[in-house]
């Protein structure tokens, strides 16, 4: 079949897909919504710095980690130990600040990729030849299958198309798929009822970053990490790289979304940079540079459902796709990781599964399409 193999959604996942698929011959069609590559990871800087900060994911697992582990170095990528050397900060309820005198170590240490970890997404496309084509600005609305194909209606901002493909991975989040994609035929009531109940990781959440001239919290005997029951932000820590060139503090912001949605971000940047100042001293008051990214404003990561933050970290599994689309449509993305649930880690581990079964699915197919021969006696 002459249609190409569709892959939805250019974020980790999607693209170490598209990757796979290149490395094996195949010529792959990788459509994004966003005007980005990438996805939920996103790292960014002030214009003039060389070290992103990241306002998605930030750390891996060296040991724990063997697919990000082995990536990282085979793209040439640097890393690093997230810095924790020094007193740690907790912030109680009633504003009284407590200092611990070692912060808390992770056993294995968690790293961090050299330039943000939007350097990872960016390092696996630029592996991607003329096989792979990459169309930003492009969202499926609807799938319907075929005799031999899947019918994909799609929108980009000329207007609405459709375009035939001969498999399909889609690694968009379960409940954006279930809310926001219409399937024909329709797939059970339990089964979308089940993928609007899958949580989307750190859909939920929102990331506060400031840069400042230096990293005075070391110079004070202080690691940067800190946890906080008053907030905005619950949990801080270092975010400067590993050179010391740039110094920077981030934390996850504890507010719920629906109180960071009705004050707006400048009103809550000012409030982060307020409990900087309260934990960290007065020199935090002055950042070089500032960001939040809420994940919970942004309708290509967030579902409806996703508007109540996570306490805790959900328990993945793979969706299962029903009997008609099982030989056309497969899942990817990190939610389908039965290993590595929310993690960079299980994006890669999804994408490897999914072009695993597509691949075997053509193989069976071609085996059954190959004419019989006999050999001569």
């Given at each position: ?371 019989l021969t006999h050999e001569m006696e």
């Amino acid at each position: 079949m002459s249609h190409p193999i569709v892959v939805v959604g250019a974020g980790l996942s999607g693209l170490y897909a598209s990757w796979l698929l290149q490395q094996s011959g195949h010529r792959v069609w990788l459509i994004e919504a966003r005007d980005r590559i990438g996805g939920r990871v996103l790292s960014q800087a002030p214009s003039d710095a060389a070290h992103r900060l990241d306002l998605g994911p930030s750390w891996f697992w060296p040991g724990m980690n063997p697919r990000i582990e082995k990536l990282v170095k085979q793209l040439g990528l640097g890393s690093f130990p997230q810095h924790s050397r020094g007193a740690a900060i907790v912030e109680g309820q009633d504003g009284k600040i407590h200092k611990y005198q070692s912060s808390w170590e992770q056993s294995p240490s968690s790293y961090r990729i050299a330039g943000g970890t939007q350097s990872l997404v960016e390092a696996i496309r630029a592996q991607l030849d003329d096989s792979v084509h990459i169309q930003l600005q492009t969202q499926v609305r609807s799938m319907k299958l075929r005799p031999h194909a899947v019918e994909l209606t799609l929108q980009d901002p000329n207007g609405e198309w459709t375009q035939l493909a001969a498999q399909v991975i889609v690694t968009v989040p379960p409940r954006l798929l279930a809310q926001d994609m219409a399937l024909e035929p329709a797939w059970p009531d339990a089964l979308r009822q089940d993928m609007r109940s899958t949580p989307t990781w750190m859909a939920g959440q929102a990331k506060f970053v400031a840069t400042y001239p230096k990293a005075f919290w070391r110079e004070a005997g202080l690691s940067g990490d800190g946890m906080s029951h008053r907030g905005p932000m619950s949990e801080i820590h270092d975010a400067s790289d590993a050179t010391g060139q740039v110094a920077a503090l981030f934390g996850f912001v504890g507010a719920s979304p629906s109180y960071r949605a009705g004050i707006g971000q400048q009103a809550l940047q000012r409030q982060a940079i307020a409990q900087l100042v309260r934990l960290f001293g007065p020199e935090a008051a002055q950042p070089l540079w500032s960001a939040v990214q809420d994940w919970a404003q942004e309708p290509l990561t967030a579902a409806k459902d996703d508007l109540r933050p996570l306490s805790y970290h959900p328990m993945y599994e793979a969706a299962p796709v029903p009997a008609a689309w099982s030989q056309r449509l497969w899942l990817a993305g990190t939610e389908q990781s039965p290993n590595y649930g929310g993690y960079l880690e299980g994006a890669l581990e999804a994408a490897e599964i999914a072009v695993s079964h597509l691949q075997r699915s053509l193989q069976e197919g071609a085996l059954k399409r190959a004419p019989l021969t006999h050999e001569m006696e």
